[in-house]
């Protein structure tokens, strides 16, 4: 068992405690104790969810892009471990975010969809990692999968900018903003539950990410000693 | 330089085996053909709505009929295992990439402009005076398709599932470009002053230029183990 | 002749899927020598051309080629070694000629016309110049990669089942492009079923069994009743 999944096994607990009870706090804070607002009511309250959720979609892919660009670098198969960890892990909170923010949108816009330059980034964002899954799925020789992933991944993230780029020029066009959720202003005391849920779904993630990290590096030790077995009883 | 030789022998392989199979041409053709009947009988009652969509009509058209082309592009080096060769070839990985790109783009606007009399006949279109601007435009969403396309292609050739992992790879990371020439074709062909959908041009360009820059920089990693 | 190492190879593994095909294949080979590798179908045989040939990486090991290290230096080494492979390497829609001013064209080789008809006549099809390699057979084909191998000269010369496709008069002709290019100073590593043939041009001789690579003395290839 190598030393970084054994230091990841022992501080994930820290990150998963710290994480829920932000959470846990946060949540209270804002679906029961804080006012509903004045121009949205109980509506918004689903922003205490959807933009954490936004964040930590990002911080996945960020980490998808870093740990993609090291293993290019160095070659270290427990790197593409977590660069497959926090794919699945996006897509997840991709989806959670789009789900989230369609709600909201509904009862406010009247609409489940818009051309809005970051609704169609994070289709986008979403599109790309199942299409990363699915290529992982497809290769079965582990170092070429680990390559070409990490290939897929630095691509999409020098092309996730330009499409959230050429979606914000052409809506500067067609439509002009007159509402979007960058027009929701936060009250006062929407701001401090809202930065508690951001930090604890943050950590939360980082959970997620350690665990599944190991799950998967687990899971490969298992194929290698059942390739071993298999060689032995060769020919 | 042996660095041009190589992207030269690369295009001329490639258009000498396309001019004697026709392999992808009349693949890429016929689907197209086929695209743009399903599309005229779609809108054949509704002549503003034809104005309103026929940008998006002639890109979608461009884009399926572009992914075919860039699929055969590699999977043509399957046979006889060809790809070996490729791979070991002491020529530079980024001259045989740099070719491909050139023979894509070619095949393919040939193919596209092929489609504009079609266009013409079924969407009822004015396009001969517009035709120079038009061909900009053209080149310049078929070079953002092929420069991501030829990368993606070298790298599903080499996969299960390659047909199919082509375009799911592809298309969300060729929005801009799709966004781009839909918006500039849009403003040339509902007459729009130049100044006004010039932009989109331009835009287009720089898409290029930064998907081609990239592309070329990472094709070591997959055609090399 | 000047022993210089062509081919080092050092605890060589490849794990394929996790199923270990290569285990701790080690062997030196020196410039101008032939080593001949036997072993059952699926023993790695083919696996153990790739990665030499540069063709594929190694999971653990080392391996130098004309003194380069085989993952700091491939392009270098690239341009010195030919691969005669399972496929033919050629494209369908070509002619003979113009398959072989291809594979050259992009080794920043230029062959004049005389060359080629001569290296063509060579091994024998000098006929089907102007013929598309559609239309070659099997061991055409692998004639057409034997006159590609004449015009490169490479200094490193691999053979994937060597005689595999030809008749009698193609396989003396493998035996022939081995020993001219031993004489050129070029090492040569090859694979093959067929020991009575191998016998005559190869110096050293091993066999691939489980991953593992056991050398044999060359004479063993006549006498030995089963090698594996």
Partial sequence: MSTFMLWLRKYQGWFGAAGGLLTATGLYLGLVASPPDYYQGEVVRIMYVHVPFAQSSLLAYTALFGASAWYLWKRDPLIDHVAHAAAGIGVFFTSA??????????????????????????TVLLLILIGYLMLRMFIDERERQARFAAILAIVGGIDLPIVKFSVEWWRTLHQPLSVSPRGVSYAGDMLTPLLIMAIGISLLFTYMLMVRTQLLYLRQLLDAKKGRLLSQAHL | MS??????????KDLVSELRSRESFSSMLFFALAVILIFSFSFSMDREAIKELIAGVIWVAFGFTGIIGLGKSFTVEMHNDCLEALQISPASKGAIYLGKLLANLLFILCVEVMLLP??????NL????????????????????????????????QIRAREVMLPILLLPMAVPVFIGAVEATRGLLSGQPFDLYRPWIDLLLVFDVIFTIVSFWVIDFVLDD | MAATVAIRAEGLSKSYRDYLVLQEVSFELAAGACYALFGPNGAGKTTLLKILATLQRPSAGRVQLLGRDLLADRTAVRGQLFFLAHGSHLYDDLNAVENLRFALGLR????????IKLALDRVG????????????SAGMKKRLAMAKAWLIRPKLLFMDEAYASLDEKGMALVNLLIRESRQDGAAIFMSSHD??????????????????????????????HELY
Avoid: C
Wanted: aromatic share 12%.
């Fill in chain 2, 118 to 123: 079609l266009f013409m006949i079924f969407f």
């Fill in chain 2, 126 to 157: 004015e396009l001969l005076e517009k035709l120079p601007v038009l061909l900009v435009i053209m080149i310049g969403g078929t070079l953002g398709l092929s420069a991501l396309g030829t990368l993606f292609s070298a790298l599903t050739v």
């Fill in chain 1, 97 to 122: 975010a789009l789900v989230t923010g369609s709600i909201w949108a509904k009862p406010t816009w009247n609409t489940w969809w818009t051309w809005d330059p970051r609704l169609v980034s994070f």
């Fill in chain 3, 108 to 115: 920043g080789v230029a062959p004049t016309g005389r060359e």
């Fill in chain 3, 195 to 224: 020991r009575a043939k191998v016998a005559e041009v190869a110096d050293r001789a091993g066999v691939l069994r489980q991953g593992r690579l056991h050398e044999l003395p060359v004479t063993e290839l006549r006498t030995a």
């Fill in chain 2, 3 to 12: 660095f041009i030789r190589a992207i030269g022998w690369i295009v001329w």
């Fill in chain 3, 125 to 136: 099809i000098g006929a089907f110049a102007d013929l598309k390699s559609r239309y070659f």
